[in-house]
């Protein structure tokens, strides 16, 4: 077993921290690297120790779609949550809260089934870079300007819950409007000062 790990230092609450961290579902929408298809637990009640999950996922890369079962391992609030995976060569999440100066550090722990080290490599790089839409998603939680909270409303309500091509399909049609109208203002421009 090999343990990776990936910090971030945030200026957010403990109690903010650990609300995104042990909310299962929005964690792996906020992954960049697999779509959340699917996402079912049989106990509706407050998450404890021993809750279970059936997770899908549709991985973007290699277009293959995997159902897991996650089950809480360890819930320590405003601490640590864990999750323990029973298939797949990822056997446990878990996440750690510790305070600091600015806020909380935030650490997230892989416990990996394999020896490889393309496969340790790879996934080193996929845990820090889904670490970092997680610190971004948490910035936004941490409630304050008004902008902020139209994001936060965005990002739950339209943006989570679109595929990960999706997602590259709206940012591709946004850097097209955006040159659209640059390039559309350049002409405005050049015929006002040449028309004059």
């Not at 929408?29 to 899908?56: C, E, V, Y």
């Not at 309500?157 to 990960?164: D, F």
Request: proline content about 3%; glycine content about 4%; charged content about 20%.
């Amino acid at each position: 077993m090999q343990a990776l790990t990936a910090s971030l230092q945030l200026p957010v609450t403990r109690e903010i921290a650990f609300r995104v961290v042990s909310d299962l579902s929005k964690l792996l929408r906020l992954s960049p690297f697999f779509t959340l298809k699917q996402f079912a637990t049989t106990d509706t009640g407050l998450l404890h120790r021993g809750t279970s999950f059936t997770i899908t996922l549709d991985h973007y890369a290699t277009r293959c779609i995997e159902t897991y079962q996650y089950s809480v391992a360890a819930l320590e609030p405003n601490t640590a949550v864990s999750f323990a995976i029973e298939t797949g060569p990822v056997k446990e999440i878990r996440f750690d809260i510790e305070p600091s100066e600015s806020g909380v550090r935030l650490t997230q722990t892989l416990t990996l089934d394999a020896a490889d080290d393309a496969v340790i490599a790879g996934t080193q790089n996929e845990l820090e870079l889904w670490m970092r839409s997680i610190g971004e998603y948490l910035k936004l939680a941490e409630r304050g300007t008004l902008r902020k909270k139209i994001m936060l409303g965005f990002m739950d309500r339209v943006w989570l819950k679109l595929t990960l091509s999706e997602r590259n399909i709206a940012i591709i049609m946004t850097k097209i409007s955006a040159l659209e109208i640059a390039l559309l203002l350049v002409l405005v421009l050049a015929w006002r000062m040449f028309a004059q």
